[in-house]
């Protein structure tokens, strides 16, 4: 998948208009004072001198290179997915998500797993960390139901759910993926 460029900065381009046209076979210069070589190099009164075409080609190249080197040396590195978290869920539950992330997968255009999204929605929970706890201390004291009342269940995630959101609407925005960080690993998306 290719990367999105920053306005500012200069496209690549790894062939030239000069290169192209001369690549074609348009010869410089109606008297013949001037010609191309198969090499790419001009004559000019049969002096061999650089073709402007190879030194814009050859800063091109340079310069993207330079570039990949920056791109590289800001990517950390990446933790490999090792520790495994359960979830609960009713058969309605399933079908409601599996059909949620077939949707978002459709619209995306690409193939996408719940495992994408809890982990995005993850990515979500960290980012808005500071949101979340002051939200949680503003909350009156909840107390965890026992797992055989399903109703009291349902009300304390529910009220857990209000808290999350109005972190998320106070949380400020992703900016990019250096954003995504962990007390243990960072991960940088490009």
Known sequence: MGKRVSQDERPY???EEALVRAVMGHQGGADGAEKTDIEGSQRTNGQL???????????????????DRQVIAQ????????REKR????????????????RIAEELGTPIKLSHMLRAYMTLLLHAENEITKRARQTTPLHRP????PIALVRFE????QILSAA?????????????ISRDREIAIM
């Not at 990517?75 to 090792?82: D, F, G, I, Q, R």
């Not at 026992?146 to 009342?149: C, F, H, L, V």
């Not at 529910?158 to 759910?161: F, K, V």
């Open 49 to 67: 001198s650089t073709n402007r075409v190879n030194e814009s080609l050859e800063d091109e190249l340079s310069a993207r290179a330079t570039y």
């Open 158 to 161: 529910q009220r857990i759910a």
């Open 146 to 149: 026992p797992n055989g009342d």
């Open 168 to 180: 998320f609407r106070d949380a400020p925005p992703l900016r990019s993926g250096r954003d995504m």
């Open 13 to 15: 381009r790894p062939v």
């Open 87 to 102: 979830v609960l869920l009713t058969s309605s539950e399933e079908r409601e998500i599996e059909r949620l992330v077939a």
């Open 75 to 82: 990517v950390p590195p990446v933790e490999k997915l090792t």
